[in-house]
């Protein structure tokens, strides 16, 4: 596992968005953009279960993510890495904590109990910033 950068840090600390990568059956890439978090050098997303990223890790774990600058799109963090765990434990308060940073309330309009959250705990193998 490779320890985050300073950069990386910063812009994940930010009210910066990530662009996530997975691999879709055919090895195709799919690409969506989350809000992204970190515990120490571990990166985390949140999801809702039926999202397809989430169907995607659970076949192949490995990831890669993008996170720009809002202020400087030219600042960037590129980071390969793979999901080394899924839980649901904590994903709804975690998806609060999200609310706040990114749109500045602080409970999450859109939790709905038949789609419940996730949260991807992610560790870093490349970063390139």
């Given at each position: ?36 978090d970190r515990d120490g050098d571990i990166i985390l997303i949140n999801s ?82």
């Amino acid at each position: 596992m490779k320890q985050l950068t300073e950069q990386a840090k910063k812009l994940i600390d930010g009210k910066n968005f990530a662009s996530v990568a997975t691999l879709m059956p055919n090895g195709s890439p799919q690409v969506a953009p989350v809000w992204v978090d970190r515990d120490g050098d571990i990166i985390l997303i949140n999801s809702a279960e039926s999202r397809q990223r989430i169907r995607n890790l659970k076949r192949d774990p490995r990831i890669a993510l993008t996170i720009f600058d809002q202020e400087d799109p030219y600042t960037r963090v590129s980071i390969r890495g793979r999901v080394i765990e899924m839980t649901k434990n904590g994903a709804e308060e975690h998806i609060d904590k999200l609310q706040l940073k990114y749109r500045g309330t602080p409970k999450y309009p859109n939790h709905n109990p038949k789609d419940p959250r996730v949260i991807m705990k992610i560790e870093p193998h490349r970063i390139s910033d």
